[in-house]
């Protein structure tokens, strides 16, 4: 924490601008209370080579411009040394350096690393800051990394004078996805200018690579968003990246039916070469083997083979890499087998990404080692995707949907401890900024993977928020990641978390408050808050409506079914919490203006509702009013009265398994004590050997005045799951070993189609491999005696072993254990 010593004039005084505020003294007090002094750089100006390259001359610029926009001082660039007593910040390379100002100081060091950099402080009269690079893009990140230890208010500037680092990254590749297409719910409206100002962002935190997307991928042709044509903005994000000296990747789908066809090869070649040849840089392309695609690999790699001859002529350095994403068990066999044996030299690696059917490590050991891997880990989705968010709370997944505002430090730095050091570094699948904290850490961490996430968050705050957020809003990021951790119902920590929010909001200046970084952070704070509101109020109205339900026999069934919908309607009639939802439209609306996120279908654009567009479920139903309704109308039409009350009866006992039984909620953490739930998230953060809380995608529309064919129970939107070939499994233990037990079940989840198979204690056949039905209804299955005799029960399902795909479909959303 910092503590700040100045005079100044009198407050009047400021506000008159007759005078501003000079830094005499900044006293930084440590944790064991040493003090630090700080040095003045308000008056200084930067001093960088005249025969800089176009990455160094980049940095000096940023340099300038970023400490302009935060402390309206716009230092000088010059290329001379200045004869006078004013503090410098001289910017380079160690051999212009030395050049520059007739110094030997920078000859200390014999190591230079790629990307590496150092920064010295001489103090004095006329004090001096070096920044110091190894290479170009070492002297871009030795500014980058200078910017965050700025201490930038409006009209001053302060540094730290014992600040003294050497340092070069751990992992030689650290980048992003920056997907120029109309499936992302912010990029496709960016021009130029937004652009380049979020590769110096990037920059900043140590990233050195950008991954662009093709014209044609598994998209829309158009975007009413899009300022420029899909190829004439990636030549421009190309030439952008080129100046700052950062790698360029193109993820390259290939996408057609059949490239065992030679007509479809002649098509994709001359396709792919049209981007290649027009493209000023190019490093690597990378080829998913799935989602989008689905090619044999051998045909695939036969394609690409031809496909590097085609990239080498415009770009003779860059490489080819692939993925087996979404291979099943026979086409991952077959592509660890080219690799083996053809030992294909035109390839120059292998990804990991989203939808391989094993793991990491797996893989490692599987694929030769002469192919590095790289890592394509997903940090914008936070259901149905390759790392979604643990336990995350029903109310939560169908409102704020896959495509959140979503940082999520904690999980992300996890997922980079445990899986990177199989890697060569990493490029992340980013569909928009709503992920922009979780870039930040990947790229800092991709730097020093044993830096602590707090101080990464303190850096962000003080870096895009403001110096004197430093403290607050980081410990505020990590309360939002908090928000997600237990049921929503029961965690008062949302309500803190906004109040926390608030007090910041209150005190922010305009200027702040037009940050759209801090308004990412308002929203979802205020976002949480009334989804938990809501919840609370929704539930509230449903246990009402089970009291006037179990009235039924003193005062009919129909009008207990009346009285119960009048209650249940309170919910569609007026808004709780109004002015927390006013403030979440006002915010969105902010974002649209400031970013260009598009957070709603009819309002701003997006894409789809399952594409970030939450404003379209903020009010999507927490409770089981929908379900409810439908089961009503289909009671009245029940000839007898004693027909309607066994029918309300069902529903009052729908969790109740009857004396000696047992119900799970399987999507409901709080209520699902039979699952055998496997490794932790931070010991297994994609579930492949582990069971998951899973959604259902199926009930919430694609556009939001869409009318949907059969109502579904809350706890019928999610359900436990595992993926590929691992089973699900129940444990059950004291049972009666002399009874006679059923199970009903409820198969959920958005793979109908899939077939599942059920065993009790890994031997006894419940039943075959089936199709779930859906519409989803209970099943019923007898357990055999044997099954039981010893007091306990396994029960683990499958699904059809083998496939590919995004690895779904052994799903269970409820299950009764019925003693008979």
Known sequence: MGFICKLSKSRALEKQGLVRTVFIAILFFTAAGLKTAAIDLSHAIIVAPANASKPERKAAAMLRDEVEKRS??????????????????????????????????????????????????????????????????????????????????????????????????????????LGYRPKTHSYDAWDVGIWEQYYRDLIVFGANAVELIPPRSDDDADS???????????????????????????WYPAMDKDYSDPKTVEFALKEWNEVFSKLPRIDAVFVPGGDPGHTRPKYLMALLEKETESLHRSHPKAQMWVSPQSFDREWLDEFVAILKTEKPGWLNGVVFGPQVRVSLPELRAAVPEQYPIRHYPDITHTRQCQYPVPDWDRAFAITEGRECVNPRPLDEAA?????????????????????????????????????????????????????????????????????????????????????????????????ELLNWRFQQALFRAYYDGYIRSRLIHETALEERAMGRLREARTIGSKSAMAEAEMILSRTSTGHVSPEW????????????????????VPRYKAIGVDRGACLDTVDYPLNNRRWLKERFDLIRQKSTESERLRAIDDILNWTNPGPGGFYDDLGNVSSQPHLVRGLPFAKDPASLSSSKTGFEEGDVPDEPDEKLEGALRMSWLDHAESLNDEPLKLHYSDLDPRASYKIRIVYGGDSPKKKIRLIANDSLEIHGFISKPFPYRPMEFDIPLQATRSGELNLSWSREPGLGGNGRGCQVSEIWLIRK
């Open 72 to 177: 309206q001082i716009k230092w000088e660039l010059s290329s001379s040394w200045p004869t006078n007593e004013m503090q410098v910040i001289a910017v380079g390379q160690e051999s212009a350096l030395k050049s520059l100002t007739g110094s030997d100081e920078f000859s200390e060091e014999t190591s230079h690393p790629a990307d590496g950099f150092r920064i010295r402080i001489k103090t004095g009269k006329k004090a001096a800051v070096f920044v110091t690079g190894n290479d170009p893009r070492g002297v871009l990140f030795g500014v980058g990394y200078l910017l965050r230890q700025l201490h930038m208010r409006k009209g001053a500037v302060s540094l730290a004078d014992d600040l003294n680092v050497t340092t070069a990254p751990k992992y030689p590749l650290r980048g992003h996805q």
């Open 224 to 250: 009413p968003h899009f300022p420029k044509p899909p190829l004439e903005m990636m030549v421009e994000m190309s030439r952008l990246a080129d100046e700052y000296g950062l790698d360029v990747w193109i």
């Open 415 to 511: 997922i980079f401890r445990l899986l990177q050091p199989y890697t060569i570094g990493f490029l992340t699948y980013s569909e928009g900024c709503n992920d922009d904290v979780n870039k930040a850490i990947w790229s800092a961490l991709g730097w020093n993977p044993d830096a602590q996430v707090i101080d990464i968050l303190r850096e962000y705050s003080r870096y895009f928020i403001g110096d004197e957020y430093s403290e607050n809003f980081a410990q505020g990021l990590l309360a939002l990641e908090r928000n997600w951790r237990a049921p929503l119902i029961t965690n008062e920590q949302v309500y803190t978390t906004l109040q926390q929010f608030e007090q910041m909001e209150k005190s922010a200046t305009p200027k």
């Open 581 to 600: 939802r006013a403030r979440i439209f006002e915010l969105a609306e902010a974002l649209f203006q400031r970013i260009r996120m598009q957070l709603s």
